[in-house]
């Protein structure tokens, strides 16, 4: 298992933490992904590590920006 942990910045509600989960569980191998909305910070569980540019794309795809 690999954890990835960053900052996603312009979250503000639980539907802004919906679609970012939602997005980053498409890539293949993520097994969790976790919000503290409090704080921007995303924690992905995932069976391999994952592509950074892949996870920044699911972020962006969301509508938000990764910040670290």
Partial sequence: MTTTTLTVTGMTCAHCVASVTEEIRELTSVESVAVDLATGSVTVTSSQPLD???????????GYAVSS
């Fill in 52 to 62: 950074p540019a892949a996870v920044r794309a699911a972020v962006e795809e969301a």
